[in-house]
């Protein structure tokens, strides 16, 4: 059964204006995505617009059994689809626990402390500072921080809007490592990424988004190919072939 | 120096302090100006004025009418602030209902805002002057004697009373927003209300929760005033200059700063009574707000932008 699936999805900043056109895909429960495309394709257009960050102008989006079209974030959140933005997913002027603390206000009251040490022995580098301020954290500890508060509602469905922006390929390898282990542990996750060879890493199937439409849609085994994915990038023509 | 001016700085900058802590929020949580800020402790203190007398005039029939010695108030008025307090919540709920949340749905800029508080601040006074005429009214008719309390001060223990509340509330209210789930969320929306939503946080609830507290201080604020001087339609509007020199001297967000800058804004306007002369005193908040912004715009506890 598909964990979200996803139809005739439009979303914009301006309702005459529609930044994602029409865009239809599922993904299967425990399966992991990647959302490849140009900057500018309208990637984090896409899967803000799924978390109720960004108006959606059309098309539903299924969560499991259930419509979830044009629920708020928090409603989203509590209902086990978890997000992490591209920018800005931590609070800096909070500390490190306190950022734990405020995810936790979903989960059941008696679970709540022992959640958030599940999540300092999972992000080690978390665990050594917790009444630190999270502004302090380099970026790497920053996006660490961004999965643990994602992770500690054990969301059934993940999704990341480029978790390894501005890392250093060490550090690229690290969050990469930790999404594999929360793949490994049955959380379907949706990957987007600019980052090709780490998104192909990790995920099965590939989305590939130009100007704001699906421009291809398959296995990542055909992606390997840089030339392939090239001309999917500079034009959806190539793709509508491909697809 | 007359030390009096220290006590006389610290009575009027409690009701400073406490309203510029219902603006610091409002402004930190809802990103706006909001100049009915004011007028909610004008409000305040004529809902509770209404309530008090219907209280006082039973309690009276009940021959419970005598002030509560040492203070010039009976019992009415204990009895009326938490009813003025719903009521001045429920004016503000109602006021963010049918204009302030109309608008945010619909992302006006904060510009358009600050303009509506400000034409709905206008309307607050009007109305206010209707129903209750723009004669000064009073909690009570009692003369208070100011006592010796050392140091060569005096103070009436009615303006001892408000110190004393002032400090518990504010105590209370830091304690709230430092250590409680609730606090978290509001400083987590104060930072950034779209990623408050991805982390589960109901934004709405935060800003309704914002204006309770921010509506309650204005009441308590307006009582305090009404009780020390006088209660009249524009009594909130003439402390609002006042009050956004405390909230911006203390920085825009910081509860404590909003009460240390409405301690400071008290204790410079008695000051300046005192050295310089009383037709200065309204320009005394106005300086210092001129100042902050020219030297320190982040105010003493407020974050770099
Ligand atoms: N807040 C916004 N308001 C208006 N337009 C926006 C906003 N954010 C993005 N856009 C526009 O939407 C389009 C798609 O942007 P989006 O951020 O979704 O692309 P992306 O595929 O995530 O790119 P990148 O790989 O650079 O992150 C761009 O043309 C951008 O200018
Ligand atoms: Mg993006």
Same mark, same amino acid.
Request: aromatic fraction near 6%; charged fraction near 15%; charge should be neutral.
């Given at each position: 059964?598909?964990?979200?699936?996803?139809?005739?999805?439009?979303?914009?900043?301006?309702?005459?204006?529609?930044?994602?056109?029409?865009?239809?895909?599922?993904?299967?429960?425990?399966?992991?995505?990647?959302?490849?495309?140009?900057?500018?394709?309208?990637?984090?257009?896409?899967?803000?617009?799924?978390?109720?960050?960004?108006?959606?102008?059309?098309?539903?989006?299924?969560?499991?059994?259930?419509?979830?079209?044009?629920?708020?974030?928090?409603?989203?959140?509590?209902?086990?689809?978890?997000?992490?933005?591209?920018?800005?997913?931590?609070?800096?002027?909070?500390?490190?626990?306190?950022?734990?603390?405020?995810?936790?206000?979903?989960?059941?009251?008696?679970?709540?402390?022992?959640?958030?040490?599940?999540?300092?022995?999972?992000?080690?580098?978390?665990?050594?500072?917790?009444?630190?301020?999270?502004?302090?954290?380099?970026?790497?500890?920053?996006?660490?921080?961004?999965?643990?508060?994602?992770?500690?509602?054990?969301?059934?469905?993940?999704?990341?809007?480029?978790?390894?922006?501005?890392?250093?390929?060490?550090?690229?390898?690290?969050?990469?490592?930790?999404?594999?282990?929360?793949?490994?542990?049955?959380?379907?996750?949706?990957?987007?990424?600019?980052?090709?060879?780490?998104?192909?890493?990790?995920?099965?199937?590939?989305?590939?988004?130009?100007?704001?439409?699906?421009?291809?849609?398959?296995?990542?085994?055909?992606?390997?190919?840089?030339?392939?994915?090239?001309?999917?990038?500079?034009?959806?023509?190539?793709?509508?072939?491909?697809? | 120096?007359?030390?009096?001016?220290?006590?006389?700085?610290?009575?009027?900058?409690?009701?400073?302090?406490?309203?510029?802590?219902?603006?610091?929020?409002?402004?930190?949580?809802?990103?706006?100006?909001?100049?009915?800020?004011?007028?909610?402790?004008?409000?305040?203190?004529?809902?509770?004025?209404?309530?008090?007398?219907?209280?006082?005039?039973?309690?009276?029939?009940?021959?419970?009418?005598?002030?509560?010695?040492?203070?010039?108030?009976?019992?009415?008025?204990?009895?009326?602030?938490?009813?003025?307090?719903?009521?001045?919540?429920?004016?503000?709920?109602?006021?963010?209902?049918?204009?302030?949340?109309?608008? /945010?749905? /619909? =992302?006006?800029?904060?510009?358009?805002?600050?303009?509506?508080?400000?034409?709905?601040?206008?309307?607050?006074?009007?109305?206010?002057?209707?129903?209750?005429?723009?004669?000064?009214?009073?909690?009570? /008719?009692?003369?208070?004697?100011?006592?010796?309390?050392?140091?060569?001060?005096?103070?009436?223990?009615?303006?001892?009373?408000?110190?004393?509340?002032?400090?518990?509330?504010?105590?209370?209210?830091?304690?709230?927003?430092?250590?409680?789930?609730?606090?978290?969320?509001?400083?987590?929306?104060?930072?950034?209300?779209?990623?408050?939503?991805?982390?589960?946080?109901?934004?709405?609830?935060?800003?309704?929760?914002?204006?309770?507290?921010?509506?309650?201080?204005?009441?308590?604020?307006?009582?305090?005033?009404?009780?020390?001087?006088?209660?009249?339609?524009?009594?909130?509007?003439?402390?609002?200059?006042?009050?956004?020199?405390?909230?911006?001297?203390?920085?825009?967000?910081?509860?404590?700063?909003?009460?240390?800058?409405?301690?400071?804004? =008290?204790?410079?306007?008695?000051?300046?009574?005192?050295?310089?002369?009383?037709?200065? /005193?309204?320009?005394?908040?106005?300086?210092?707000?001129?100042?902050?912004?020219?030297?320190?715009?982040?105010?003493?506890?407020?974050?770099?932008?």
């Amino acid at each position: 059964m598909s964990a979200l699936t996803v139809t005739g999805f439009k979303a914009g900043y301006d309702p005459d204006l529609p930044i994602v056109k029409g865009v239809s895909f599922a993904v299967d429960t425990g399966e992991a995505i990647a959302v490849l495309g140009p900057n500018g394709a309208g990637k984090s257009t896409l899967i803000k617009a799924i978390a109720g960050q960004v108006a959606c102008l059309g098309g539903r989006v299924m969560l499991g059994g259930d419509d979830i079209t044009g629920l708020r974030s928090h409603d989203l959140a509590r209902r086990g689809l978890g997000f992490v933005p591209q920018t800005d997913n931590i609070f800096t002027g909070l500390t490190i626990r306190e950022n734990l603390q405020i995810a936790s206000e979903l989960v059941a009251k008696p679970q709540r402390a022992s959640r958030i040490e599940q999540m300092f022995e999972m992000f080690p580098d978390l665990k050594s500072r917790p009444s630190e301020l999270a502004g302090a954290l380099s970026g790497g500890q920053r996006q660490m921080l961004a999965a643990a508060r994602a992770l500690l509602t054990d969301p059934p469905v993940l999704m990341l809007d480029e978790p390894s922006a501005g890392l250093s390929p060490k550090l690229v390898a690290q969050v990469f490592e930790t999404l594999r282990r929360i793949h490994a542990s049955g959380v379907t996750l949706i990957l987007v990424e600019q980052n090709v060879r780490a998104a192909l890493s990790l995920a099965s199937r590939a989305l590939v988004l130009v100007d704001g439409e699906l421009a291809h849609e398959g296995p990542t085994d055909d992606l390997h190919d840089g030339d392939r994915l090239g001309r999917l990038f500079l034009g959806r023509r190539a793709g509508a072939t491909a697809g | 120096m007359n030390p009096q001016a220290i006590i006389d700085g610290l009575i009027a900058g409690s009701t400073i302090g406490l309203g510029a802590i219902g603006l610091t929020l409002t402004y930190s949580i809802l990103r706006f100006a909001n100049f009915t800020h004011g007028d909610f402790l004008a409000w305040g203190a004529y809902l509770t004025l209404t309530v008090s007398g219907f209280l006082g005039g039973l309690l009276a029939g009940l021959g419970a009418g005598a002030p509560l010695a040492p203070f010039s108030f009976g019992w009415g008025l204990p009895v009326a602030l938490p009813a003025g307090v719903a009521v001045t919540i429920l004016l503000t709920l109602g006021l963010d209902r049918v204009l302030f949340g109309q608008l /945010r749905q /619909r =992302g006006a800029d904060a510009i358009i805002i600050v303009m509506a508080s400000f034409g709905a601040s206008m309307a607050l006074r009007s109305l206010l002057e209707f129903i209750y005429s723009s004669e000064p009214q009073y909690f009570t /008719r009692e003369l208070q004697i100011a006592q010796k309390i050392g140091l060569g001060m005096r103070a009436t223990p009615d303006q001892l009373l408000t110190i004393a509340m002032t400090a518990l509330l504010v105590v209370l209210l830091h304690i709230v927003v430092t250590r409680t789930p609730t606090g978290r969320a509001m400083r987590a929306v104060s930072e950034n209300p779209s990623l408050a939503g991805v982390y589960g946080v109901d934004v709405d609830h935060v800003i309704r929760v914002t204006w309770i507290i921010g509506a309650g201080l204005a009441c308590v604020a307006g009582v305090m005033s009404g009780l020390l001087v006088q209660i009249r339609p524009y009594m909130g509007f003439d402390l609002l200059l006042p009050l956004f020199a405390a909230a911006i001297l203390g920085g825009i967000g910081s509860i404590p700063g909003a009460m240390i800058g409405g301690l400071i804004i =008290g204790l410079a306007e008695a000051f300046t009574v005192q050295l310089i002369g009383a037709e200065w /005193r309204a320009a005394v908040a106005f300086v210092v707000l001129v100042l902050v912004l020219l030297v320190r715009p982040a105010g003493l506890f407020g974050r770099a932008a």
